[in-house]
């Protein structure tokens, strides 16, 4: 089956760095990646998704970019803030019927002031 | 707000206690999950409903009883829990079972 590996499990940047995600994952047949963002006290929120078609999305300070040969994907936030802080989970879909998005182990995005 | 609500928010429990998670979606949504998310773990995917019938159990203990009325209600009866089932409880909805996924708030149960 799917397996997605995530790193690095930390991450603390200064405020308007760039900070980078990367996912890996195994299965070929996998075409929809979404990121989530998990702020304290709160369930995962959907802040960007790549279908396989394309290899490149963004959104304001928000990107995502695919690699379907070397079967990884990243993300990436530009002029960081401190709100960006919170943990931050990668996933891939299968493709399969009866089957639901496999997730990464996240990551933990400190940014200070 | 992601239009997926849980109650309670918090729980505490003794292990010969039941007790129940309710997850309602106001989205129209046809697809329900429920997620462990233990500290330093990945998310766990436990059950999914789909059209309200249960399309896939990740292995997850009987003491664990999903239950999907309809396409809006998602319950999770518990009863007999050890405290290592101590973790963060959500549940989330999509479209059908390959499209996004939208979580709600999660129930914090503690089991003592």
């Known amino acids: 089956g799917e397996n997605v590996e995530q790193h690095p499990s930390t991450l603390s940047v200064q405020e308007g760095d760039s900070a980078v995600i990367k996912c890996t994952y195994s299965?070929?047949?996998?075409?929809?990646f979404p990121w989530y963002k998990q702020e304290l006290g709160k369930g995962p929120q959907l802040i960007i998704d790549i279908r396989s078609n394309v290899g490149e999305k963004k959104d304001q300070r928000i990107a995502v970019t695919l690699n379907k040969t070397a079967k990884h994907f990243s993300l990436h936030i530009t002029e960081t803030q401190p709100e960006d802080s919170a943990v931050y989970f990668c996933a891939a879909s299968p493709n399969q019927a009866g089957t639901a998005l496999i997730f990464g182990k996240g990551t933990t995005l400190s940014v200070s002031s | 707000e992601t239009g997926v609500t849980q109650t309670p928010r918090h729980l505490v429990m003794g292990m010969t206690n039941k007790k129940s998670l309710k997850c309602e979606q106001h989205?129209?949504?046809?697809?329900m999950y429920w997620y462990k998310q233990s500290a330093k773990k990945p998310l766990e995917l436990m059950f999914v409903y789909n059209f309200k019938e249960q399309t896939e159990n990740n292995s997850v203990p009987s003491r664990f009883s999903p239950e999907c009325p309809n396409s809006s209600h998602l319950f999770l009866h518990l009863h007999t829990l050890q405290p290592e089932d101590s973790a963060l409880y959500l549940c989330?909805?999509?479209?059908?079972?390959?499209?996004?996924?939208?979580f709600g708030p999660g129930t914090r149960l503690l089991v003592l």
């Open positions: 989330a909805s999509s479209q059908d079972q390959l499209e996004t996924q939208y």
């Open positions: 989205l129209g949504h046809n697809a």
């Open positions: 299965d070929s047949a996998s075409n929809y």
